[in-house]
Nanobody
Framework: QVQLVESGGGLVQPGGSLRLSCAVSGNIFRINAMGWYRQAPGKQREAVAAITRGGSTNYADSVKGRFTISRDNAKNTVTLQMNSLKPEDTAVYYC???????????????WGRGTQVTVSS
């Protein structure tokens, strides 16, 4: 089994910052891409940021210049630093990882349970 556990969500005022972390554990051979998604009430889940194993990153236009994704391959963690937060960033944020469980298996996508981020004054 593979488990993803997010932490770091909470309530913050507009313009503030939060740092989300996600730890991946379990039966892991290698983690390929990792990323963060979010889902606001009444909306579809959307991709926020992604990072390859080699460190290449990609961001949604709405968060470019404000959010930074990073990872630690040795610790199997991924982090999302969120600055200049806006009320429209309010959502449940989910961690995602593309995990190979052995050298002979294909990778599969795994999800965390999510962490709430609320941006409000």
């Amino acid at each position: 089994q593979v488990q993803l556990v997010e932490s770091g969500g909470g309530l913050v005022q507009p313009g503030g910052s939060l740092r989300l972390s996600c730890a991946v554990s379990g039966n892991i051979f290698r983690i390929n891409a990792m990323g963060w998604y979010r889902q606001a009430p009444g909306k579809q889940r959307e991709a926020v940021a992604a990072i390859t194993r080699g460190g290449s990153t990609n961001y949604a236009d709405s968060v470019k210049g404000r959010f930074t994704i990073s990872r630690d391959n040795a610790k199997n963690t991924v982090t999302l630093q969120m600055n200049s937060l806006k009320p429209e960033d309010t959502a449940v944020y989910y961690c995602n990882a593309d995990v190979m469980r052995s050298s002979l298996s294909r990778s599969s996508a795994y999800w965390g349970r999510g962490t709430q981020v609320t941006v409000s004054s």
